[in-house]
């Protein structure tokens, strides 16, 4: 397991040479926004959503009114999936 970080170093360099460029896959800045923007952010984005709406249809007056322009704020600034 110690000798496995060598092997992909020496295969990554290797395909650098010939032209092929897989050093972004591994990199840990874009594993991190790949999954916020992959996983993370649509699930947070259906949750508050969903919570809101439920806010909306099932909460007293006053508290709907104030989900459903949290909401309307929400949708124009946020985009959604």
Same mark, same amino acid.
């Given at each position: 397991?110690?000798? *496995?970080?060598?092997? +992909?170093? %020496? %295969?990554?360099?290797?395909?650098? &040479?010939? =032209?092929?460029? !897989?050093? =972004? +896959?591994?990199? #840990? *800045?874009? *594993? $991190?926004?790949?999954? $916020? /923007? &992959? @996983? +993370?952010? #649509?699930?947070? @984005?259906?949750? %508050?959503? !969903?919570? $809101?709406?439920?806010?909306?249809?099932?909460? #007293?007056? =006053?508290? /709907?009114? &104030?989900?459903?322009? +949290?909401?309307?704020? *929400?949708?124009?600034? &946020? #985009?959604? %999936?």
């Amino acid at each position: 397991m110690y000798r *496995l970080k060598y092997y +992909i170093l %020496f %295969f990554i360099l290797t395909a650098a &040479v010939f =032209g092929m460029q !897989t050093a =972004g +896959i591994l990199d #840990p *800045l874009t *594993l $991190l926004l790949r999954t $916020l /923007s &992959v @996983n +993370i952010y #649509p699930l947070l @984005n259906s949750a %508050f959503m !969903t919570m $809101l709406g439920l806010v909306e249809h099932y909460a #007293p007056e =006053g508290l /709907s009114d &104030v989900a459903g322009r +949290i909401y309307t704020v *929400l949708r124009g600034t &946020v #985009p959604a %999936f």
